[in-house]
DNA sequence: ATGACGATTTACT
DNA sequence: GTAAATCGTCATA
């Protein structure tokens, strides 16, 4: 929770293999509480192969498929034993623009219909990295990421930002996204974004 | 072995 | 607004 909103304004870091520096500012993030959460894949203590990081130490990734065609990222940061995350929902792009149009447009393992259609290729900035599936495909973050550390030397970092320090007048709490399923818990307000930033998911971006 | 279902995105009516 | 794309994961048997 904490952690949650701490997390708004810092910076994303993704370093490719051929050295290619990927970043971000994030602007739009969910807590899943783990346990007691009927949203979380944790929900009950339910265990599994895929979902094992979360019950492991804080400042890992937990990265995961989804719907066939997308990865979401998710930061671990429980204690071991108590699977505590918080999910990147959307991050305002800062470095490696090109390359990240690059990757959103690219076929393979692309998004779903029309994807195959060419020459639709050109996307708006502000919709390069607005959602979780859309900044893993934007940065390259796949499942063999799933379990890394997110701090120090890593092709997959968090970097305090330098930048001036998000007040609170400029969050906005709401309810999550995507949970219809959760009960009692679909309508917590779990998920922060900075307000109004065109890079926040949904058509609404941010604004109420 | 099988079947139901996503912490989503996109295109189309 | 609705619907399609697409497959790993998990629960059930």
Redesign the pocket.
């Known amino acids: 929770m904490l952690v949650a909103r701490d997390l708004l304004g810092k910076r994303l870091v993704r370093v490719l293999d051929d050295g290619t520096r990927l970043a971000g500012i994030i602007v739009e993030v969910?807590a899943?509480r783990g346990v007691p959460d009927a949203?979380?894949?944790?929900f009950g203590g339910?265990r599994?192969?895929?979902?094992e990081v979360m019950y492991g130490p804080a400042g890992v990734a937990?990265v995961?498929?989804?719907?066939?065609?997308?990865h979401?990222m998710?930061v671990v940061c429980g204690r071991v034993g108590d699977p505590l995350?918080v999910?990147i929902r959307a991050l305002e792009p800062t470095e490696g623009l090109g390359k990240m149009r690059e990757l959103?447009s690219a076929g393979a393992g692309g998004?779903?219909?029309?994807?195959r259609?060419p020459g639709?290729g050109h996307?708006a900035d502000t919709?390069l990295c607005s959602?979780?599936?859309?900044l893993c495909q934007a940065l390259a973050i796949g499942?063999s990421l799933n379990g890394a550390s997110l701090l120090g030397d890593s092709p997959l970092l968090i970097e305090s930002s330098r930048g001036r320090p998000i007040v609170d007048e400029l969050i906005l709490t709401t309810p999550r996204?995507?949970?219809g399923?959760a009960g009692d818990w679909t309508a917590r307000p779990l998920r922060w974004c900075i307000r109004g930033n065109p890079h926040v998911?949904g058509p609404r971006a941010g604004r109420v």
């Open positions: 969910e899943y949203a979380s894949h944790a339910r599994t192969p895929r979902n937990y995961y498929f989804t719907y066939g065609m997308h979401c998710n995350a999910l959103r998004p779903g219909p029309g994807s259609r639709t996307r919709k959602g979780p599936g859309k499942r996204i995507g949970i399923y998911s």
